[in-house]
Every structure is written in C-alpha cells, then in structure tokens.
C-alpha cells in the first residue's frame, strides 16, 4: 500500500506544473485522496480534496482558481495541476488517503491516514 508523489521542480511566478500521485497495492476508488504542502517553517496545510464517491472535490481559497485536483481510474493516479504559481507556492507537496471512506472529510492532515513522500516545489525567478 503506497503513494509515489512525483512532478515537482523549479518554476518561475505565473508557471505551471502538474503533480501526480500513483497508488500501488491498492485501488483509489474507495478512498479520498488529497493534497498537502509544507512550506519551510511552517505547518503542513490542506491544498485539495477530491471525493472518489462522486467526484466532488475542495480546494483550500489560497489555492481556488488556481490549482485543480483530478484522477485517472486507469493509471490509479490522481494528479493536482498547477497554474499561475506563485512564490508563496513554495512548499513539499505531499498526497495521502483517508482509509475510512471515498468522501472527503475536509482538508485537515490529521484526517488522512496514508501518506506518500513528498515532491518539492519551488516558485521562484
């Protein structure tokens, strides 16, 4: 059972990149899936959400109009793309599931139970 975070990098303000999360040993469509940051210094926060019971998805307002959370049932891969970046960007990005159901149960890290390592993003000129 693990998640496999990939796609991060070197971005300058006002670009794009597209983070994927591949699951293996298990399938995503009984779980929530999100997405997390860390920026240095600061708290792990709560990016996006997506519901694997409908499809419905949440996004933090830092990130809304921004960013969008999506999956792909045959890669079991859910991907969060990326755009008008920006420096506060900044941070570890990390996914993970909640274990107990396929909707999400909000945005805070302490309601995700499997978590993958993360990729890196910078944000930077």
């Known amino acids: 059972v693990q998640l496999q975070a990939s796609g991060g990098g070197l971005v300058q303000p006002g670009g794009s990149l597209r983070l994927s999360c591949a699951a293996s040993?298990?399938?995503?469509?009984?779980?929530?899936i999100g997405w997390f940051r860390q920026a240095p210094g600061k708290e792990r926060e709560g990016v996006s959400c997506f519901s694997s019971s409908d499809g419905s998805t949440t996004y933090a307002d830092s990130v809304k109009g921004r960013f969008t959370i999506s999956r792909d049932n045959a890669k079991n891969t859910v991907y969060l793309q990326m755009n008008s970046l920006r420096p506060e960007d900044t941070a570890v990005y990390y996914c993970?599931?909640?274990?107990?159901?396929?909707?999400?149960?909000?945005?805070?890290?302490?309601?995700?139970?499997?978590w993958g390592q993360g990729t890196l993003v910078t944000v930077s000129s």
């Open positions: 040993g298990f399938t995503l469509d009984y779980y929530a």
């Open positions: 993970a599931t909640d274990g107990r159901g396929s909707r999400c149960p909000g945005l805070a890290p302490n309601e995700y139970d499997n």
